[in-house]
């Protein structure tokens, strides 16, 4: 019930504050499903991608964040009321995955940065296999997110945002097509070069080489 409360108060508190520090524009927003189980996998560069998400999204989610944040003094415990649950990265932690496969299962939407955190390159990184195999165990949308932006509000190793002058951008993309790939051998990594190629042309960036790096 309080979740209901403060909900629409965070997300007031969100689009001033983007407002202030340069503006906000969300697109494509037809692609998100009003109802049912969906995940969403954005691009990360910084620590405003959350709080933009939050902002961006018509409908509640639960939100992978890496277990340090939960753990924080306020930050955690806020962070842990507005549906985000923790995970271990760089690691096959099977609990978080688990966590996801479940709410997707009841209708749920979950939030999961398949970079696996942020980067000082702001460019499209390697993408994690956790985030496809959920989706496709569970037969669940894909919807890729672009956010273009970012570090211009919240450089990636800064403690704090700063005035940006042009507005932060989240773009939903459509639905990505997996059903070919139920069941099918390799299916975790084909849907994870999809997801990458797709996130890589709304980006208008290069398709990301390399297996994934530790990202802080």
């Known amino acids: 019930m309080l979740y209901w409360i403060t909900r629409p108060l965070m997300k007031a508190f969100f689009r001033i504050t983007f407002g ?7 697109r494509g927003q037809e692609n998100i499903p009003a109802t049912g189980g969906v995940l969403f996998c954005p691009n990360h560069t910084c620590d405003a991608d959350p709080a933009a998400m939050f ?8 939100f992978m964040a890496k277990a340090e944040i939960l753990q924080l003094p306020i930050v955690g415990p806020l962070a842990q009321h507005f549906r985000s649950f923790p995970v271990q990265r760089d690691s096959a932690d099977r ?7 479940e709410k997707l299962k009841a209708g749920e ?33 894909v919807i890729p997110v672009a956010l273009e932006n970012a570090q211009r509000f919240w450089k990636y190793g800064d403690f704090h945002p700063r005035y940006s002058g042009i507005p932060f951008i989240v773009t939903f993309g459509k639905p990505l097509d997996l059903s070919d ?17 797709v996130l890589a042309e709304m980006l208008h960036q290069p398709v990301p ?8």
């Open 20 to 26: 202030i520090l340069g503006g906000f524009k969300v």
């Open 209 to 216: 080489e390399g297996k994934p790096v530790p990202r802080n």
């Open 95 to 101: 609990s978080a995955l688990r966590f996801a496969e």
């Open 55 to 62: 902002l961006a999204l018509s409908r509640p989610a639960y």
């Open 109 to 141: 939407a979950v939030v999961i940065f398949p970079e696996g955190g942020g980067n000082p390159e702001n460019r499209l990184q390697p993408l994690h296999p956790g985030a496809l195999l959920v989706a496709l165990r569970t037969r669940t949308p």
């Open 181 to 197: 790939l139920y069941g099918q051998k390799g299916a975790t990594e084909e849907a994870t070069r999809r997801l990458s190629v």
